[in-house]
Structure formats: C-alpha cells, structure tokens
C-alpha cells in the first residue's frame, strides 16, 4: 500500500495549542510513497525525541506504554509489510547516525571530545537499533 506522506514532518515538529490547534513546523514535501515508510519516520524520530539531552545519554527514552501503544496502531501490517517497514527502519537509523556524525563534526569541541561523542553517544545508540532490525530481515 502506498499513500502520500510529509517527508520533512516528525514528532518534534508538531505542536498543538491551548485550544487544541495544531500547527506543523516545516513538514517538508509531499512524498508518494509506501505506508510503512512515513511510519518509520514516525517511529525513529519519536524514539529520539530526546536526543542530544543529558537523558539520552543515559538511555531515557519514550515510556514502553508509549511505544506499545504506537505499535498496536500498526498491528495489521503483513508479513511483507513489516519486513519493508524493517527495511524503511534501517534506512532512517542510518539516515540519523549520518546526520549525528555530520552535527558534531560542525561543533567548535576539541576532536578528543568529538570522538568520544561519536563512540559513546552516537555508536552506541545506533548500533544495538541497526543490529536488533538486521536479525528481523
């Protein structure tokens, strides 16, 4: 299945008002695309939605109610759906480990300190996601 998708829109650009509006911050083009692409969008970027905080470092992330409750919403995926959206998952893990690497490589920080982020921060993170979707292909 397919359906048309904002590339450029994640959870950290959605925001709703006292009155329950919601406005969209840079939402990006309108993308033609398979579903489960925009839902692996949805789902990398809410998984780092506290990325670059002091609690990510230390593993703080989206509540496991959360999380269940986003999955159950995709429950009746197929076979052939999930192991594209695996796919599309690895693609976006990618994506942000790339972006990761490139914004601390444009900090002014001492390449000692730069290179412990990029192991210990970023590597980290996005090895255990990369490797935990390679073994569900």
């Given at each position: 299945r397919h359906s048309y998708t904002l590339k450029g829109l994640?959870?950290?650009n959605i925001l709703?008002?006292?009155?329950g509006l919601i406005k969209l911050l840079d939402p990006g083009k309108l993308k033609y695309e398979p579903?489960?692409?925009?839902?692996?969008?949805?789902?990398v970027t809410t998984e780092l939605?506290?990325?670059?905080?002091?609690?990510?470092?230390?593993?703080?992330s989206i509540s496991n109610n959360l999380k269940n409750s986003i999955m159950?919403?995709?429950s009746t995926l197929s076979l052939r759906e999930k192991k594209l959206l695996n796919i599309f998952l690895l693609k976006e893990y990618i994506k942000?480990?790339?972006?990761?690497?490139?914004?601390?490589?444009l900090k002014f920080w001492p390449k000692l300190i730069k290179k412990f982020l990029k192991k210990y921060y970023v590597d980290n993170f996005f090895i255990e996601r990369v490797?935990?979707?390679i073994s569900k292909i």
């Open positions: 994640d959870i950290r709703i008002n006292e009155k579903e489960v692409a925009g839902i692996a969008r949805y789902l939605l506290y990325w670059g905080k002091l609690l990510f470092f230390i593993k703080f159950a919403g995709f942000h480990w790339d972006q990761a690497y490139n914004n601390i490589d490797h935990s979707i």
